[in-house]
Nanobody
């Protein structure tokens, strides 16, 4: 069974930092890119960052560039999102995502973690 467990959210003041973790299981982790998305109250889910399978390539939304850093530890099947200089507009539920096929018998599909809430106070 594919599982993506996001953790590390919390309440922080503007300018503070948090590190989110996404622990994955149920598929060959180092074969796939992993992404972080977020959804603020009343808004659509948006892409934040993603990292390639080997960590050779990363992507950041303009709104978080130079503040957030994505990384992964393939030995631990975990992706991290280091968030610095947080702003109130970063307040959202953060989800990790993998577009994978768990086995060669499966089709590719999106898998989502349960989300972790980040609240940034002004």
């Amino acid at each position: 069974e594919v599982q993506l467990q996001a953790s590390g959210g919390g309440l922080v003041q503007a300018g503070g930092s948090l590190r989110l973790s996404c622990a994955a299981s149920g598929f060959t982790f180092d074969d796939y890119a992993i992404g972080w998305f977020r959804q603020a109250p009343g808004k659509e889910r948006e892409g934040v960052s993603c990292i390639s399978s080997s960590a050779g390539s990363t992507f950041y939304a303009d709104s978080v560039k130079d503040r957030f850093t994505i990384s992964r530890d393939n030995a631990k099947n975990t992706v991290y999102l280091q968030m610095n200089n947080l702003k109130p507009e970063d307040t959202a539920v953060y989800y990790c995502n993998a577009y994978i096929r768990p086995t060669t018998r499966d089709i590719f599909a999106d898998y989502w973690g349960q989300g972790t809430l980040v609240t940034v106070s002004s």
